[in-house]
Nanobody, 123 residues
Framework: VQLQASGGGLVQAGGSLRLSCRAS????????LGWFRQAPGEERKFVAL????????CYADSVKGRFTISRDNAANAVYLRLNSLKPEDTAVYYC?????????????????WGQGTQVTVSS
């Protein structure tokens, strides 16, 4: 499956963004979907996951209560709503997909990645 992320931008602290990731080339509903982010000089970190079971969602502690992941299998899309943004949320955000994983949050295990979209939060 090929993934294309979009929706990043520059926003002030406290603001909101909605990231989108559209997929092609696979049966979307069979994939576990994840969002990860990578700040300069840091490793890629887990942000949110929507399992292929169609029910389970989980979040990194740092974004819990502020970010919401959703998926639309008919549109072959996964979204990440970012609310109450903080400067420390600044990073390149990547969407990922994998048919084998169920609840795994390690980036190294995801087999398919989008190109990333930059989110910059100013203070």
């Amino acid at each position: 499956v090929q993934l294309q992320a979009s929706g990043g931008g520059l926003v002030q602290a406290g603001g909101s963004l909605r990231l989108s990731c559209r997929a092609s080339g696979g049966t979307f509903s069979r994939y576990t979907l994840g969002w990860f982010r990578q700040a300069p000089g840091e490793e890629r970190k887990f942000v949110a996951l929507f399992s292929r079971d169609g029910i389970t969602r989980c979040y990194a502690d740092s974004v819990k209560g502020r970010f919401t992941i959703s998926r639309d299998n008919a549109a072959n899309a996964v979204y990440l709503r970012l609310n109450s943004l903080k400067p420390e949320d600044t990073a390149v955000y990547y969407c990922a997909a994998d048919r084998q994983l169920l609840f795994e949050t390690r980036a190294s295990l995801f087999g398919n990645w989008g190109q990333g979209t930059q989110v910059t939060v100013s203070s």
